[in-house]
């Protein structure tokens, strides 16, 4: 757990009793989801030894979510640490809640031996690009996703 007197910021692990606050957090950042259906998947990620939900507390107000994940690869010897959600409640932002719970996930990252700190955002997220070059993050132009939702099989 690490705090910000200044900004009072409390970032502690997420648990089962912060999903009513967390899912409205996902909402902002384009991804709803009910409280039971947040409930399930705390479960499944808390499960993982590799893989961590913090929350952000602005005055015991859970304002704040991240959660990252380390990567195993096969090229390199150290895991990379993934960073999967960061959002602050847009009512809260520009109080140093992001930086914070940053801050937190580069600490863990880097005693778990990660080489690097990776993370996505849509390009539309200007406030979002901005604020993770600002933090030190380069940009890489290529990206390739493919939804496996759609039964696409691959032909060989």
Avoid: N, W
Wanted: charged share 30%.
């Amino acid at each position: 757990m690490s705090t910000t007197p200044e900004h009072r910021v409390t970032i502690r692990v997420a648990g089962q009793r912060d999903t009513e606050a967390i899912a409205p957090l996902l909402g902002q950042l384009g991804y709803p989801a009910s409280s039971l259906e947040l409930g399930e998947r705390l479960e499944r990620l808390t499960d993982h030894p590799d893989a961590e939900v913090l929350v952000a507390e602005l005055d015991d107000e859970v304002v704040g979510v991240a959660a990252y994940q380390l990567i195993d690869l096969l090229e390199r010897p150290d895991p990379q640490c993934r960073i999967t959600a960061l959002v602050v409640d847009d009512r809260h932002r520009r109080r140093g809640v992001a930086y914070a719970l940053l801050h937190t996930i580069e600490e863990s990252a880097r005693d778990l031996g990660c080489f690097r700190l990776e993370v996505t955002s849509r390009p539309e997220r200007a406030e979002a690009l901005a604020f993770y070059r600002a933090a030190g993050f380069d940009e890489q132009p290529r990206r390739l996703t493919k939804p496996l939702d759609d039964q696409q099989a691959i032909d060989l």
